[in-house]
Nanobody, 122 residues
Framework: QVQLVESGGGLVQAGGSLRLSCAAS????????MGWFRRAPGKERDFVAR???????YYADSVKGRFTISRDNAKNTVYLQMNSLKPEDTAVYYC????????????????WGQGTQVTVSS
């Protein structure tokens, strides 16, 4: 079992930055691929970024060059650094853990956090 707790969301102006954190429980954290997803109001849950020791890092086109995913296995934590934020980045952001290292589909992620709200004002 892996439990995930996100933090770091908030309200920021367009062009600003936020860093999300996701703290994980469990001794096998390093063996999982970790992903960030987001759900905007009235929309589906969309893939944002993924990182694993097997497959490296991968980003959705909409955030490439602006967001950076990283992890600290010693701290059982994954991060999402978000720069140059846009109003369309407004969403609830979720971190998730998967044993499938190449997946960008939420159905293939086994564990989920409760989400953290990010609001970008124009």
């Amino acid at each position: 079992q892996v439990q995930l707790v996100e933090s770091g969301g908030g309200l920021v102006q367009a062009g600003g930055s936020l860093r999300l954190s996701c703290a994980a429980s469990g001794r096998t954290f390093s063996s999982y691929a970790m992903g960030w997803f987001r759900r905007a109001p009235g929309k589906e849950r969309d893939f944002v970024a993924r990182i694993s020791w097997v497959a490296g890092s991968y980003y959705a086109d909409s955030v490439k060059g602006r967001f950076t995913i990283s992890r600290d296995n010693a701290k059982n934590t994954v991060y999402l650094q978000m720069n140059s934020l846009k109003p369309e980045d407004t969403a609830v952001y979720y971190c998730a853990a998967a044993s499938v290292h190449w997946s960008t589909h939420p159905d293939e992620y086994d564990y989920w956090g409760q989400g953290t709200q990010v609001t970008v004002s124009s």
